[in-house]
């Protein structure tokens, strides 16, 4: 082979891999994940014990998400501690609990436990399992803070307290 087609076959080389960088960057772009809509995500599920939140109670105030099934010992137990504690918490964030419904052996286990535990705060069922597309997390209990502009900012899997969530809200 003589010197021309090896320039040849270098250029060659070049402008395919510059096409195939600007391929995959296009790819990248396009497959870019838009921004969740939390809230868009929480109005749509079924309330199930609650008055219901509007979306100007998402803007005034940052929201705790709690992610939850009646079969999970340390999920009834972390509602039953926020319960205790909504008093000292409940003018700083709205508290949101979402029952992974789908998870569930009977619907009428989760209305039993919310009759029982007399829960003050909003309680949503996801009957459709769209939970973990919004918030994803590989254990129960798991708690997601979403501040005011809608925009996921924390999350915990495993329990909360009270002091974990003030340093929450202190650091947004």
């Given amino acids: 082979m003589n ?20 391929l995959y960057q296009q790819s990248i772009e396009q497959n870019a994940e838009e921004p969740k809509n939390y809230i868009g995500a929480l109005m749509a599920m079924e309330v199930i014990n609650g008055e ?23 999920c009834v137990s972390g509602l039953l501690y926020l319960k205790e504690t909504y008093e000292e918490f409940q003018q700083r964030v709205n ?10 052996r009977s619907f009428s286990n989760v209305i039993s436990l919310l009759e029982v535990t007399d829960l003050p705060f909003l309680v949503l069922a996801d009957r459709e399992g769209k939970t973990p597309q919004y918030f994803p997390s590989r254990f129960i209990p798991a708690y997601f803070l979403i501040n005011t502009d809608g925009e996921l900012v924390r999350s915990l899997e495993g329990p909360m307290n009270l002091e974990t969530l003030d340093n929450w809200l202190d650091n947004m």
């Avoid at 219901?52 to 340390?74: K, R």
């Avoid at 609990?97 to 569930?104: D, G, L, M, R, Y």
Wanted: contains cysteine; glycine residues 6%.
């Fill in 3 to 22: 010197k021309k087609n090896y320039l040849s076959i270098g250029l060659l080389l070049i402008v395919f891999i510059v096409a195939g960088i600007l």
């Fill in 52 to 74: 219901g939140i509007s979306e100007e109670d998402f803007a005034s105030h940052p929201t705790l998400v709690v992610i939850w099934a009646t079969w999970c010992y340390s």
């Fill in 95 to 104: 508290l949101v609990a979402v029952n992974i419904t789908q998870s569930e």
